[in-house]
């Protein structure tokens, strides 16, 4: 029997069909239409899988009563190591609507969640991976931890993306007494000063004080976890104690507007290339920022996922470009 080889990036994320509402800023209907699509952890296992083979990378997708052949058919041009399905006869597949009113985005459940927690990955392929990603408030992230510690000589890479609706003010104290077990911690800019009460919008300055804040307080053990702010258009900035703050810039900025045509689902991706970089640059989190920068960038590109196909030297293409041509390119620029 062939020795269990766990995954080098697996999230807890959950597996949603998101719908759209477009609304203008006195509720009537913009005439705007977007196809349902698949969200939520996707995102962060396709930001991995850009980067690592299917048998590398590992989610859990609960498939209801109602599940659509076409979704089937969607995640496995992917590869169909990545997803390990459970069938839920007696609910339906995990539902939200993204409503959309002028500048304002709400984001509601239509269906039960059923939430995707350690120990559903005991006894699977996805037992043990190296790094582990989820998305929660903090007691959420704290509960996780707790399983994690169930395990024997498990100690994954946890990468934290928290939820937006929890990075307030309130939620600090949780949000602190938690970040001593989280390896990696990476909300995004607003999120970020929100929790911690300072002024918006965001600028470089407030992004560098927020990120030295949390590692004031002290993330991972002894301090010596990370922070990763993701921050749009800025970039991204990523900090330690050890080594001090950089700023990553983005793949696409300012000058390629028409590239930006989609930020669903960049914030996951960027997370799942990290993980999936951590692993290629001995947990380099610097570098691995680069390769978190590539997944979003293909992933802003459209609405929905990237398109996978086969270059002629067998490498995978992604939006008919290649990631390690776009990361070399990206070097280039930041040095």
């Known amino acids: 029997m062939a020795e269990h080889k766990p995954p080098q990036f697996v999230t807890l994320g959950m597996f949603i069909i998101d719908e759209f509402s477009f609304l203008d800023e006195d509720g009537n209907s913009t005439g705007k239409m977007l196809s349902p699509q698949e969200s939520g952890g996707t995102y962060a296992a396709i930001g991995a899988r850009i980067w690592l083979e299917p048998d590398e990378v590992g989610m859990v997708v609960d498939r209801g009563h109602d599940w659509p052949s076409y979704v089937q058919k969607d995640l ?8 390990m399905f459970r069938d839920q006869p007696d609910a339906k597949t995990t539902r939200a609507l993204n409503s959309y009113m002028g500048d304002h985005r709400s984001f509601d459940y239509l269906t039960p969640r059923i939430r995707i927690t350690p120990r559903d990955l005991k006894g699977t392929r996805l037992a043990g991976a190296t790094r582990l990603h989820f998305i929660c408030s903090p007691s959420r992230a704290s509960a996780i931890m707790s399983e994690v510690r169930e395990v024997p000589d498990w100690d994954p890479i946890t ?6 609706d929890r990075c307030v003010p309130e939620e600090l104290e949780p949000l602190i007494e938690v970040l ?6 990476s909300p995004n800019a607003e999120e970020a000063l929100t929790v911690l009460s300072l002024p918006l919008p965001p600028t470089k300055e407030t992004i560098e ?3 030295q804040k949390f590692l004031d307080i002290g993330v ?3 301090g010596e976890g990370a922070v990763i702010i993701r921050s749009g258009e800025l970039g991204a900035y990523v900090s330690t104690r050890s080594k001090g703050g950089k700023w990553m810039d983005a793949y696409w900025t300012a000058s390629n507007p028409e590239k930006v045509v989609d930020v669903t689902g960049a914030g996951n991706s960027f997370l799942g290339g990290l993980g999936a970089g951590l692993s290629l640059v001995d947990d380099d989190v610097y570098e691995a920022t680069m390769y978190a920068t590539i997944s979003a960038s293909y992933v802003i590109e459209q609405e929905g996922l990237p398109r996978i196909s086969m270059a002629i030297d067998g490498s995978s293409l992604w939006n008919g470009d290649s990631p390690k041509e776009r990361l070399k390119l990206l070097r280039e620029r930041s040095t």
């Open 76 to 83: 496995e041009r992917y590869g169909s190591d990545i997803w």
């Open 159 to 164: 990468i934290w993306e928290p939820i937006p």
């Open 180 to 185: 001593p077990s989280i390896s990696i911690l």
């Open 209 to 211: 004080e927020a990120a």
């Open 220 to 222: 991972g053990g002894d």
